[in-house]
């Protein structure tokens, strides 16, 4: 869920006139309100994201790391009951805003913002999230996948059905040398073809290289069974097509797929 998230600025404050939660995300207009009316105290400092001012900001890295911010020295902001100018926070931390230490959640205010980022997929605000984006072509790519896939675990059954050959061969064998002692000399052809069958075995296990072409197959797959949003193509991972065209959108940017 982090990925929408990453490089993002939210943006967090009192609602200028209702005295709500504010958040919003810089370089975005919308913004969410969280929150009874008059709610927050005034020690909280305003947010208008529209004009980048707020009490405090949480800045988003590549990596999904999150750097709480104090916005202005006449605010106070505290991360874990200890006053902070700008400290690295998790998701379990405790944020407090003002001298009157109003309590926000974290998680709620990055569900917040993704109800910003989604809210935005109209395609205007460039948060990645535009769309519907065609998905056909991914059926080709996961039925060649399959088809491959399917072939090679075939040739390795027959592999593993030809080593068993050997074995029944010489049982046969053996039963009619105890059964039907007159015919022992026939009896020695099965063993003889049973070692034939079984060096030939030998040779197709040793020549064999399934794993490696599964392999090679799964690496291509990974790079081509992904999002069609140019700004997510996220692996979409060893889902069938059919599963992707029910879902009808990505779980990683939340664009939109057709089918046209
Ligand atoms: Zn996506």
Not at 36 to 47: A, D, E, M
Not at 59 to 79: H, P, R, S, W
Not at 99 to 120: C, H, P, S, T, Y
Not at 138 to 146: E, I, P, S
């Amino acid at each position: 869920m982090k990925d929408v998230l990453e490089g993002k600025t939210i943006l967090i404050g009192k609602e200028p006139e209702k005295g709500r939660l504010l958040i919003g995300v810089k370089g975005m207009t919308k913004a969410i309100t969280m929150g009874q009316i008059g709610s927050v105290p005034n020690s909280v400092s305003r947010c208008k994201p529209a004009e980048g001012i707020a009490h405090c900001q949480i800045e988003i890295d590549q990596a999904g790391n999150m750097t709480l911010t104090n916005m202005k020295a006449q605010n106070v902001t505290y991360v874990n009951d200890v006053e902070i100018m700008s400290k690295r926070i998790d998701a379990t931390s405790t944020i407090m805003l003002g001298k009157d230490k109003f309590d926000i959640n974290v998680m709620e205010i990055l569900n917040a913002v993704q109800q910003i980022l989604r809210g935005n997929s109209g395609g205007t605000g460039g948060t990645g999230n535009a769309g519907p984006y065609s998905i056909k072509h991914l059926k080709d790519t996961w039925d060649d996948y399959n088809g491959s896939i399917k072939k090679i675990r075939i040739r390795q059954r027959n592999i593993g059905l030809l080593a068993s050959i050997p074995f029944s061969l010489t049982m046969i064998g053996g039963a009619l040398i105890a059964f039907v002692p007159e015919i022992q000399s026939f009896a020695k052809i099965f063993t003889g073809v049973a070692a034939i069958v079984m060096l030939y075995g030998f040779y197709k296990r040793s020549t064999d290289k399934s794993i490696e072409e599964i392999e090679q197959l799964k690496d291509k797959f990974q790079d081509r069974y992904v999002c069609p949003n140019p700004k997510c193509h996220h692996y979409l991972g060893e889902w069938p097509y059919k599963i992707l065209r029910q879902n009808k959108n990505c779980q990683y940017c939340k664009c939109q797929w057709t089918e046209e």
